[in-house]
Every structure is written in structure tokens, then in C-alpha cells.
């Protein structure tokens, strides 16, 4: 499919910016071989590897399966490392014959870096029946599964932004357009802010979600078709003292007054509130026109990996995609709201993720999520020749921060 190819086209680019080197010339990355049993012959352990925050919304599930399935998985050891490193990592055990990592989760940075060297088990040519759950996707985690090819199964997906939040004590009359923002800009100097877009989710989010709300030629094509937006762009940094390196610095802004008004998403709105990190009375206001540009997680399994191995992670990924089990989800709307498939209701999760989403959630999102359009994000390529347009001739000479 269309969408695949041009992610896959990009993923090159991405994985050499992951400072991966190339794959080995004619050594493709090992594979176990053979088909893999329904079940495995023991119980296996499992060493899991997550390079995008995803064991918050799912360790849980994990951890569940094995209580209730010993006979499976009889031990699961959790790491936690950074995306960029993910296919360096797993190519070199794969070149020395001794691949320690059985399953990985991660977005779609390592998913693409990954495919691009081959390193990933092709699950689902062979074996998407065992993953009846897929079927339950919701349309718009079904076109991020798109993204993944038979390689990768989405396991979390959220809508994502773009969002403004605000203080309302600071801000009685938030901007509902986009050159409502620019005056309000312009009026209120170094008062706006969002995180560099290459280090940021809500600024990557607020970089391409602007196209559609300007209306811009080709909201998929960064170079040629975001006339209005990098025009839109430039002209609010003259109105920004900085971009904070990352995210969190963003919401730290929010919380003391040095900003107003902040690029947000729904998770990164509701579960900084939770944390204390913002004040519970923080506000958010999407802009007029604006589409939702979306997120998931991925579960991946290197090659290299045994067929005992295989079959076990199957029964986990199918476990993790059962209502009950996606339930768990909705965390502390860190992914808000989480599940990648229909029909999952808050009211299924743990008491702790209610009582959090009760509290800090926002009614008004059900129907936003309901009646905004959604795209998936930028392919690799494009959106590594986003970085680099805004870096070069936005804001990089502005960016503060580690």
C-alpha cells in the first residue's frame, strides 16, 4: 500500500540519523527459521526493550499475562534504552550471532530505522490469525498499522495535538485561530512557546498539524508544499525569545508564568496536571481547522529471535490486545487516551487511571476526537526534511537547553 512504501522509501534517511551504520553487504541479519508452534515447547523468558516510554502504558498487561500464563512466559526482564541507538543495538548482536533482546517496543522512529536494516521478524505474513485483536483496530490505529507492514503490531495509539494550553488566569481569552496566536504573539513577546520539533512531541505535532490548519498545497510534503507554514513560522519567531530543547522545559514555563501559552497534546496535557508538574486549572484550545495528527507504539521482534520465543510473544501480543487488557491503557493519560482498538471504556480500566482521567481528563475531548479529522504523522523522510527546514531557517539559533 501507498502509505507503506513511502514510509518504508524513508526509512534510510531516518535510521543514518539514528547514527545506525549500514547493514553488513551481504550478511542479512539471522533468523530462527522454521514455523513457529502455537505454543512454546517450555516456558521461556523474555527480555523486552522499550525506546518509547510505552511500559507506562503496558508493563501491566505484561506483567498480567505471565501471572496467568506460567506455563508461557516464565520471566520477562524490562530495559529501557533511547530510540536513536535501537537498530545499532540490535544489528550488532545479530552480526555476532547473539541476539539478547526478544521483543522491542517502540514508535515509529526505530520501527522505520529497524525495517530499513532488516532486523525485524516478518510476523504477520504467516501469522496475523493469532492476532484476532487486530481486527478491532480503530480506524485511525489501523492506518498507523499500515505503517508497520507485517513487521510490527500496533500495541498504543493516541490522537495527539496539535494543542494550545494555557493558563486562563493569564490568558481570559485564549486565540481560537491561527492569526489570533500571531497576535497574541506579537502583543505578549516571548510569551508563546513550543519545544524544538526535532526534540518534541507536542512540536512535532504543532509543526505538522499547521499545514492543514492553514491550509497549506500538501500538508505531506515539508520542501514543496508548506508554503504558508514555514512563512507562518518565521514570522512567530520573531515574537519567541527560545525554544526549550525539550518538552518538559515547556510545561515547567507553563507552571512558573515565564510562558502563556504552550504547543500541547492530550497526553502531554493531562498527565503533567496529574504529576503536579502544571496546575490542575491549565486550560487547552485547538485552533480553528485543525486535524489531529496522530501517535502509536509498536511491538517489534528481532530476527535472530527462537520460534519458542515467537510463539510466546504472539499469545502476549494477542493477550495485550483484548478490551480488558488495553483497558490499562489510559494510565495517567500519558497516551490519552491509549487503547488502539474499539469499545475500550474508561470504566474498564484500573481504579487508579479512573480516578486520575476523572480528575484531570477533559469531557470536551470525546468530541473533538469525534469530530476532527485525523491524519498519520509525516513519512521518515519528510519529516526529517521538516527538522531540518525549520533548524535551518526558523528557530535552531534559538534553541536553549540540553
Known amino acids: 500500500m501507498q502509505l507503506q512504501r513511502k514510509f518504508v522509501a524513508a526509512a534510510g534517511l531516518l535510521a543514518l540519523l539514528a547514527g545506525c551504520g549500514a547493514p553488513t553487504p551481504n550478511k542479512p541479519a539471522a533468523d530462527s527459521g522454521g514455523d513457529v508452534p502455537d505454543k512454546p515447547s517450555k516456558a521461556v523468558s523474555l527480555n523486552i526493550l522499550d525506546v518509547a516510554g510505552n511500559l507506562q502504558l503496558t508493563q501491566g498487561m505484561i506483567d498480567d499475562f505471565v501471572k496467568q500464563h506460567p506455563d508461557v512466559i516464565s520471566k520477562v526482564t524490562y530495559s529501557k534504552g533511547p530510540a536513536p541507538e535501537l537498530a545499532g543495538k540490535i544489528k550488532a548482536q545479530q552480526n555476532a550471532n547473539r541476539v539478547d533482546i526478544d521483543l522491542v517496543l517502540t514508535g515509529t522512529d526505530g520501527l522505520a530505522a529497524g525495517h530499513e536494516q532488516g532486523l525485524w521478524v516478518d510476523l504477520l505474513s ?10 478491532d483496530y480503530l480506524p485511525p490505529a489501523a492506518k498507523m498499522q499500515e505503517l508497520a507492514g507485517n513487521e510490527g503490531v500496533t500495541v498504543t495509539y493516541y490522537p495527539s495535538g496539535p494543542l494550545l494550553e494555557y493558563m486562563p488566569s493569564k490568558v481570559p481569552s485564549p486565540p ?3 492569526d489570533e496566536l500571531l497576535a497574541y504573539a506579537k502583543a505578549n513577546k516571548g510569551k508563546v512557546m513550543y519545544a524544538r520539533p526535532a526534540n518534541s512531541g507536542p512540536g512535532r505535532t504543532f509543526l505538522m498539524g499547521l499545514p492543514y490548519i492553514l491550509g497549506d498545497k500538501d500538508p505531506k510534503d515539508p520542501v514543496n508544499g508548506w508554503d504558508k507554514t514555514w512563512a ?13 530543547s525539550g518538552t518538559a522545559d515547556t510545561m515547567k514555563a507553563l507552571a512558573n508564568g515565564s510562558a502563556n501559552i504552550i504547543a500541547s497534546t492530550t497526553g502531554w496535557d493531562i498527565n503533567p496536571r496529574v504529576l503536579g508538574t502544571v496546575p490542575k486549572e491549565a ?5 480553528q481547522g485543525f486535524h489531529w495528527v496522530t501517535d502509536a507504539h509498536y511491538a517489534v521482534v528481532p530476527k535472530g529471535v527462537s520460534t519458542d520465543k515467537q510463539a510466546a510473544i504472539l499469545q502476549l501480543l494477542q493477550f495485550m490486545l483484548t478490551p480488558e487488557q488495553q483497558a490499562k491503557a489510559y494510565d495517567k493519560g500519558y497516551f490519552y487516551p491509549g487503547p488502539a482498538i474499539k469499545g475500550v471504556q474508561l470504566s474498564q480500566a484500573p481504579q487508579e487511571s479512573q480516578d486520575a482521567i476523572n480528575q484531570f481528563g477533559r469531557p470536551e475531548y470525546d468530541k473533538l476526537i469525534a469530530d476532527n479529522p485525523t491524519e498519520v504523522p509525516l513519512d521518515a523522510k519528510a519529516l526529517v526534511a521538516a ?5 535551518r531557517e526558523v528557530g535552531g539559533s534559538k534553541v536553549k537547553g540540553s
Open 126 to 135: 504467516k501469522y496475523k490469525d493469532r492476532l484476532p485483536g487486530m481486527k
Open 176 to 178: 481560537k485561530t491561527a
Open 232 to 244: 507562518y513560522l518565521k514570522e512567530l519567531n520573531q515574537y519567541v525569545d527560545f525554544y526549550p
Open 283 to 287: 486550560a487547552i484550545t485547538p485552533i
Open 387 to 391: 527538522f531540518d527546514k525549520w533548524d
